[in-house]
């Protein structure tokens, strides 16, 4: 299944930019992740959405806002970000949460 | 706490050589799933493989297999005469089917290097 689609693939922004990450998924799934992916860490969760409620919210700082309008829509809404937060950012959905995930390609952003 | 290792941070082989990734992992949950998945250069993971706690069936598919031992807390995937479109970074993950948390816990993946 490849049914997980992200844009834009490749984003350049400076620190004052205010930029949106989009995720949409056409698998028919009820939840959505956002993931970040650096160099030198694993994969980090950061946000959950289960029926279009966040779930979770793994101590992410606030620059980095999500908002999911419906099951098959994700977004993450960026501001004011730092160049520690260049990564590549993934989504993924899910039938449930617990089942199996389905990734998109990724953005990958670098902050300059 | 539910805990994924993969111990093998990189690994080269010459292509048709067959390669184990091995995955360890730590749950106090009786049932619980395990998946590998693959990420090519392109960044995108690619699903491989679920399977669940209750399930200790050796899996094959192609060149691929997946030895699930429980009583060593392993799920370690072969790829028999590898290929050079192999080479990318592999992920096991763990998820726990009572963990409310909502999350799977991914290893540091094992990123594989097939020579021509």
Partial sequence: ETGVTQTPRHLVMGMTNKKSLKCEQHLG?????????????????????????????????????????NSSHLFLHLHTLQPEDSALYLCASSR???????????TRLLVL | ???????????????????????????????????????????????????????EQNEISGRYSWNFQKSTSSFNFTI??????DSAVY??????AMNRDDKIIFGKGTRLHILP
């Fill in chain 1, 29 to 69: 799934h009820n939840a959505m992740y956002w993931y970040k992916q650096s160099a030198k860490k694993p994969l980090e969760l950061m946000f959950v959405y289960n029926f279009k409620e966040q779930t979770e919210n793994n101590s992410v700082p606030s620059r980095f806002s999500p908002e999911c309008p």
């Fill in chain 1, 96 to 106: 449930t949460v617990q089942e199996t995930q389905y990734f998109g390609p990724g």
């Fill in chain 2, 1 to 55: 706490a539910q805990k994924v290792t993969q111990a093998q941070t990189e690994i080269s082989v010459v292509e048709k050589e067959d390669v184990t990734l091995d995955c360890v992992y730590e749950t106090r949950d009786t049932t619980y799933y395990l998946f590998w998945y693959k990420q090519p250069p392109s960044g995108e993971l690619v699903f491989l493989i679920r399977r669940n706690s209750f399930d």
């Fill in chain 2, 80 to 85: 028999t005469a590898s290929q050079v479109v």
């Fill in chain 2, 91 to 96: 992920f096991c993950a763990l998820s726990e």
